[in-house]
């Protein structure tokens, strides 16, 4: 995934996650990721989540992978 890509999937999950009024903790969680990937992927400095790892927070808050990849 390109860096745009991961912009938007930071910006994706900070909007649901926002949306449920939950806090990066809470989701880390809810997703059962740890806290760290979660600031991680939010922050941009993880440019490749997994597909598991975006499955699991995809289901935290539920949405598909689909809502946290388009743009």
Same mark, same amino acid.
């Given at each position: 995934? #390109?860096?745009?890509?991961? *912009? @938007?999937? &930071? %910006? ?6 926002? =949306?449920?009024?939950? #806090?990066?903790?809470?989701? *880390? @969680?809810? &997703? %059962? ?6 600031? =991680? ?31």
């Amino acid at each position: 995934m #390109s860096a745009s890509n991961n *912009s @938007k999937i &930071a %910006d994706n999950i900070k909007k649901y996650r926002n =949306k449920l009024g939950i #806090s990066q903790d809470k989701l *880390s @969680k809810l &997703a %059962d990721v740890t806290y760290n990937t979660i600031i =991680k992927i939010e922050s941009g400095a993880n440019i490749n989540p997994t597909i598991e790892t975006m499955s699991k927070i995809a289901k935290a808050l539920n949405v598909g992978v689909d809502d946290l990849i388009q743009k």
